[in-house]
């Protein structure tokens, strides 16, 4: 599922009313994904350095040196899904004519503040309802809750030009290689799920951070056997690469931060493995969390999943005030992140993180008598757009399994 480019000003209602209608009543839940409400506790993404490669920065060349021995282990925040019981009304399908969706019950973004650190709510970019587990992913086989990175310099974020590297021609013994690359629709094929499940294990995993540590040549082909031809290389970013070469095939990986990686060429997204699946955690959007499935980004996360971000209450911002006066969006100059404001006193909630690699900002004039409208423009060229309490409108196409939300039974679902 990829954000829609928004093309004239007249489209933004048209959206925002695709949206409304997108957030429908909840479906089934498939087994593992409920959660006592009781138990709900926001996720909290740390965004005090922008994601590795941002802007060619921070990648690990430019990053203090680090023993091997002292990795920190992968962070990973658990969001909880919140089935409908019972006695709980669902949510209403679609609002009341010229009102938007009530806001769901945001956590206290000031609780996780403290003195240098300012905290804000995280908004979702695609509109599923409460506790509504996605048919597609349950159809695809996904039985657990899907994790989000919670330290964004975790995430790789490079562009095309940081994101590949010349793929050897020659192997062990400088024979030459005969094998062909697996290509971006087979990469959810079972060959690279059993491939990345094996060197996913500690094993693996302590054996890649020991070469790691000893191999460390730039630009030089590190060869190894243990079954099958494997490959270590170092960029000139410092990142390290491995091939796998598994009988007439092979594919490449980044290992960075104690994860593998892979990217995705076409749509320019590095994914990350984690149980037995690729997710994308769109670094614009820290806490919308995709699957992919070769080809297909599958939203994997409900729009009421509650995240909190946590940054710096410090350094340089654009600032931008509605025509009104009554609301501000403030935009880190260095990462471009965009935070909503109330400038009432006291304010009617709590500061809204809205998104990253922010370039501009737009606003409608509530003037007008219709209802306020913040347009957010992106620098890899696409649009989000909000409404005054910072609810995203979450533009995307209308499919089948949206539809099933509202009590269709469409074939497959």
């Known amino acids: 599922m990829r954000r829609r480019k928004l093309l004239v000003p007249a489209l933004f209602l048209v959206l925002a009313a695709a949206s409304r209608a997108a957030d429908v009543r909840g479906g089934g839940m498939g087994a593992g994904f409920a959660r006592p409400s009781s138990v709900r506790q926001p996720v909290v993404i740390n965004m005090s350095r922008p994601s590795s490669g941002f802007q060619n920065r921070n990648f690990p060349s430019q990053q203090a040196p680090r023993p091997a021995a002292s990795r920190p282990q992968p962070s990973y925040g658990q969001l909880h899904w919140n089935a409908p019981t019972e006695n709980q009304p669902r949510p209403q399908a679609i609002p009341p004519q010229g009102q938007m969706a009530p806001l769901s019950s945001r956590p206290r973004a000031g609780a996780y503040a403290s003195p240098g650190v300012r905290a804000a709510v995280a908004v979702h970019h695609h ?46 013994g400088n024979a030459a290689l005969s094998a062909v690359a697996v290509s971006r629709g087979q990469f959810s094929d079972q060959v690279v799920r059993d491939h990345m499940t094996l060197v996913d294990s500690p094993q693996w995993h302590d054996r890649i951070n020991g070469f790691d540590a000893s191999e460390t040549e730039r630009g030089h082909y590190y060869w190894h056997n243990d079954n099958f031809n494997y490959c270590h290389y170092i960029d000139n970013q410092g990142y390290n690469w491995w091939g796998w070469y598994v009988g007439d095939q092979f594919f490449w990986n980044r290992y960075f931060q104690g994860r593998w990686w892979w990217y995705d060429s076409d749509d320019s997204r590095w994914c990350f493995w ?37 940054a710096p209450d410090t350094g340089n911002f654009n600032t931008y005030t509605s025509p009104d006066g009554t609301r501000v969006v403030k935009v880190t100059t260095d990462t471009q992140d965009a935070f909503l404001y109330d400038t009432a006193n006291p304010p009617s909630f709590e500061p809204v993180y809205l998104a990253s690699g922010v370039e501009s900002v737009s606003f409608s004039d509530p003037n007008n008598g219709r209802p306020m409208e913040i347009v957010l423009k992106l620098n890899d060229g696409t649009f989000d757009m909000f409404d005054g309490q910072g609810n995203s409108y979450g533009p995307g196409a209308f499919d089948e399994d949206q539809a099933a939300q509202a009590g269709a039974s469409p074939a497959g679902f």
Do not use: M
Not at 147 to 169: A, G, K, V
């Open 274 to 310: 984690n149980n037995g699946y690729w997710w994308w955690q769109d670094p614009n959007h820290v806490g919308d969390l995709y699957c992919y499935n070769n080809g297909d980004y599958i939203p994997c996360n409900s729009a009421d999943d509650q995240v909190v971000v946590t």
């Open 127 to 172: 509109p599923y309802t409460q506790g509504y587990v996605r048919a597609k992913l349950q159809k695809i086989g996904v039985t657990s809750e899907p994790s989000l990175i919670t330290d964004r310099s975790e995430i790789i974020n490079t562009d095309r030009r940081h994101s590949t590297i010349p793929f050897p021609t020659q192997g062990p």
